[in-house]
């Protein structure tokens, strides 16, 4: 088995990570991450390729309640080119944004899932 060697680690979550999604395109290369401690964190990949530093991140999202556990991330381009990021957690909701082309991510809307746990990937985002 061939061996990797770490490139860069960052420590911005309080509890494990359960998901993350990455969304490179021409203009956004963003990297998101969910945890056990309830928060979204979203970071600009650009910066990492220019300066060899992720820094902070560009964005926290904290639309789930305090006590959820994030369980899904997906980011998505649709036919008309607007990027979007679909959530899930414990808290039985599902939020959906809006990627702008200024690296702002706006939330659109929230649904209450009668599911406990949900699979994002089988939701048609584009």
Do not use: W
Not at 31 to 42: E, K, M, P, R, Y
Not at 87 to 107: A, R
């Amino acid at each position: 088995m061939e061996n990797f060697d770490l490139n860069y680690s960052f420590d911005v979550h309080n509890a494990p990570i359960t998901c993350l999604d990455f969304l490179f395109t021409n203009d956004v290369y963003l990297l998101g991450t969910g945890s056990q401690d309830s928060f979204i964190h979203i970071f600009d990949f650009e910066i990492f390729q220019k300066e060899k530093d992720i820094g902070e991140d560009i964005c926290t999202l904290t639309d789930h309640d305090s006590e959820s556990t994030i369980t899904n991330i997906v980011f998505a381009v649709d036919r008309n080119n607007l990027k979007k990021l679909v959530t899930s957690g414990t808290d039985f909701k599902i939020h959906f944004y809006l990627v702008n082309n200024d690296k702002t991510i706006q939330l659109i809307n929230t649904f209450v899932s009668l599911f406990y746990y949900i699979n994002l990937y089988y939701i048609n985002l584009y």
